[in-house]
């Protein structure tokens, strides 16, 4: 193998035959203030089995994709830059991360550096030598706004009841993964992934563990309420039938109603004679059918939708291109 070492080089990463001990992988949106930062101190980092950083630059507005192709240059451990030729989602960034992720175990985190770099290795010792599939962080205490905290709370209970997980296990974006589940995960091609959908369908061998969690330290969270809520949608509608369930109990309930106002109608018709007292009730109930069936519609249209969009193969992501360092030894 040639010994020389280029600085950097625009090619496809090293395959997963070639493994280190651990991958971190760092979707990064609006992160040119943090994100040099963070591979600063994750440099300092002595894993078992060596380290290397994976960022995938999630279609920034701002200039993070300058800041980490100049980490290129600077980084002292293996480091891979990935840049999404447009803004796809946390979870489709860290998708494409994942498939180049060569480690044993990989850990995604966000760029904010609300969770501290030095908790890696406590993390990723606690899947290896635990010898768990997946390990989630948790909190003690949340230094996320309080509408956010909320919206997590809210996330989660929905998961508990939509997806097949340990109950009371908190989704933390910070978690450690075996390759074993990286590369099912990877499997999916979907335009609308979540990640934790597609580990609860790989895999129940979970655990956890409590780290610190600190206030951002560099403008706002790039989750708005917007945001929030299309992750809810590709929580329930990706991964569980539970809305057409919902909807199939909602009309059924509304029948039963509907039945019960029918006799009360015909009933007052008969016997009482007075025909337009009953006009309020009747105007309810025609409400309050007409509501529920146009959420039935709505939740059958967002599931037609979301097929429509798959079978006409919208993408998960687009990779503009691929760029790494080669630190030390050449490795590829």
């Known amino acids: 193998m040639n010994d020389t070492v280029t600085l950097f080089e625009t090619t496809i990463v090293r395959p997963r035959t070639t493994r280190v001990g651990l991958s971190i992988v760092v979707p990064v949106y609006r992160g040119a203030t943090t994100i040099g930062r963070l591979v600063e101190a994750l440099s300092d980092l002595h894993p078992a089995g060596g380290l290397e950083v994976v960022l995938v630059n999630d279609g920034s507005p701002d200039n993070s994709g300058d800041v980490c192709r100049a980490l290129l240059e600077t980084a002292r451990i293996p480091l891979v830059y990935i840049e999404h030729a447009r803004n796809y989602g ?31 290795v406590k993390l990723y010792d606690h899947a290896r030598l635990g010898g768990w599939d997946v390990v989630y962080t948790r909190y003690a205490v949340k230094q996320h706004a309080g509408w956010r905290n909320l919206g997590s709370r809210f996330a989660n209970g929905v998961a508990d009841r939509l997806l097949d997980k340990p109950k009371g296990l908190y989704l933390s974006s910070f978690r450690c993964m075996s390759a074993m589940v990286v590369d099912a995960v990877t499997r999916y091609s979907g335009p609308y992934p979540y990640v934790d959908g597609l580990i609860m369908q790989v895999t129940q061998h979970i655990g956890s563990i409590e780290v610190r969690h600190l206030p951002r330290q560099e403008g706002r969270s790039n989750y708005t309420l917007v945001r929030l809520v299309r992750l809810w949608l590709n929580l329930a509608t990706s991964f569980s039938l539970a809305p057409l369930r919902l909807a199939i109990f909602a009309g059924l309930g509304l029948s039963v109603l509907g039945a019960v106002g029918a006799v009360a109608t015909i009933a007052e018709a008969l016997f009482v004679h007075k025909t337009p007292s009953g006009w309020a009730s009747t105007m309810t109930v025609l409400l309050l059918v007409s509501g529920v069936q146009s959420m039935i519609l709505g939740v059958l249209g967002e599931y037609v939708g979301r097929t429509f969009l798959s079978a006409n193969g919208k993408p998960q992501g687009t990779v503009r291109n691929i760029q790494r360092n080669v630190v030390g030894e050449d490795l590829a």
Not at 98 to 110: W, Y
């Open 90 to 120: 946390e979870h489709n960034a860290v998708m494409t991360g994942l498939r180049h992720a060569s480690g044993d175990f990989v850990i995604t985190m966000d760029d904010d550096l609300q969770n501290p770099p030095e908790e890696v």
